[in-house]
């Protein structure tokens, strides 16, 4: 079974420039979450989608910072502008049906932004 | 407010050890507890998942243990080996599919 992908696996932008990040889950896995882990912390939540809506978005910065799952698979992930406090290690993860719902993550996404 | 709280941030012991990693989380009504590693540069892989009910899991030399009660959770590690160096995350979640809060981590380091 294959895993949860993201791409690039690295970026570097300049300040006030806009970046994507491409995630798709786990084949089946309904839900969809997106973390951001800045260097020294533990992964946050930013938002999560059940298919193809938004299930809790509460820590999502929505003045830069959207997200969509478009027919409740792929995701992608933006920031619009960025600003230097967005360098990070965006994780994607996902979840199935079933009562332990445990979360598997992709490989990450480290951005840089200069 | 919920909160995970990893206890040490780092550790650095001899090959061959047993240790244990502790976890405490604020808000005792959790659904599941995670544990995860991370290489770095890489991302999370989970290493045990505890649900509520449950008391403790086991995945070869690796044991977690869960006390909702007073709030914590432990991971041993048995017999430590110098690939067993990564940073080491625990996770809960308080509903079925919801987000997980984490700890900040801690590295470990196993010195042949």
């Known amino acids: ?114 | 407010k919920q909160e995970v709280t990893q206890i040490p941030a780092a550790l650095s012991v001899p090959e061959g050890e047993n240790l244990v990693l502790n976890c405490s989380f604020t808000d005792s009504a959790i659904y599941n507890l995670q544990w995860f590693r991370q290489d770095p540069g890489k991302g999370l892989t989970s290493l045990l998942l505890i649900q509520s009910s449950q008391r403790e899991q086991t995945s070869g030399r690796l044991n977690a243990s869960l006390d909702k009660s007073s709030g914590r959770s432990t991971l041993y590690i048995a017999a430590s080996q110098p690939g067993d160096s990564a940073t080491y995350l625990c996770a809960v979640a308080y509903n079925q599919g919801g987000k997980l809060i984490f700890g900040q981590g801690t590295e470990l380091s196993v010195k042949p």
């Not at chain 1, 990040?21 to 786990?26: G, L, S």
């Not at chain 1, 298919?51 to 792929?74: H, T």
């Open chain 1, 1 to 114: 079974e294959a895993g949860v992908a993201q791409s690039p696996r690295y970026k570097i932008i300049e300040k006030r420039q806009s970046v994507a990040f491409w995630c798709n889950p786990i084949s089946g896995h309904a839900t969809l979450y997106w973390y951001q882990q800045i260097l020294g912390q533990g992964p946050k939540l930013l938002i999560q989608f059940q298919n193809n809506g938004v299930v809790d978005d509460s820590q999502l910065p929505k003045d830069r910072f959207s997200a969509e799952r478009l027919k409740g698979v792929d995701s992608t992930l933006k920031i619009q502008p960025a600003k230097l406090e967005d360098s990070a290690v965006y994780l994607c993860a996902s979840s199935g049906a079933g009562a332990r719902h445990e979360q598997y993550f992709g490989p990450g996404t480290r951005l840089t932004v200069t």
